[in-house]
């Protein structure tokens, strides 16, 4: 890289970060998760970077990762609560079927090239990267992950004429005992999904810190709403975190309470923040789940199922062994 001189002043080059902090303001196309300022929020300002692929000095390839250590092992994994990461491409224009794989197979090859060294990498692709080949030529794994989708909200009517007929009831009934609310605050939404989830026995898996992080980032980017029912006598049913860009918004969290999981206020809230997003981006994702009631639940809504790639590789003799034994 190359200093600039502006008004007789030297300015450094910008680094991979400061590039790809750049990039992300400008492209519309990169999807939330591989924002800089979601990764700054999720992993940590100092625990992401980004490997950056360049032709002609345009940036055609990014390829953000999350980074770290446990005990002695190095990882490039996925952040908290993060659905995916893994190549954005920008094809160049006109390109035949034969020309993509090719362009798909340079640009991967060199990410994977560019890599720090690891002993255990994980990340899951979004569904719009088809092709894992040049990770698999390199020695990594591919698992099939599903994910439910909503296509094109712009057509509200259609869209709620998908659901399916036990979807429709259950909002009906939910209209006549909740009220919808938006704004649920952080520490509020986190206590209550904390709290349904010990009504199961389960513990939840996220630290408020980093949800709030989380909260207050996609609050400031226009990007991110609480929705939440509410009963005459003060009882919360169910909330919902969404977050979107502008391609498609993301069902992050979603927490219902087992004393009140019949109200139907859960396929309400689906209703009312499609309603909420149908002007602001163009599909609703679920997130998916490889749960076969929850896999059940989605589909009843219209949703498209859409494959993604979940890709991995150990480099660590000991954590293969390790992973191995434990029957990983």
Known sequence: MSSETIAGFTVPPMNSKQKYKKLCEDEKTIPIFSKDWWLDATAGEDNWDVVIVEENGRVVTTFPYSSGKRYLFRLITMPPLTQKLGPWIKYPEGLTHYDRLAFEKKVMTRI???LPEFDWFLQSFDYAITNWLPFCWRGFS???????VIEDLTDL????RDFEYSKRKNIKRAEKIVEVKFDLAARDFYENHKMTLAKEGKKIEYGYAVF?????????HDSGKTIYCVDKGGNMHSALFVIWDENSSYDLISTIDPDFRDSGSASLLIKEIIKFLSDRTKNFDFEGSMIESVEQSFRRFGAVQKQYHQISKINSKLLRLYKFLKGF
Do not use: G, H
Not at 142 to 148: A, D, M, N, P
Not at 157 to 160: A, R
Not at 212 to 220: D, V
């Open 142 to 148: 591919q698992t099939t992950r599903y994910t439910y």
């Open 157 to 160: 009517d259609s869209v709620l």
């Open 212 to 220: 709030k992080r989380i909260y207050e980032a996609c609050y400031n």
């Open 112 to 114: 994977i090239d560019r």
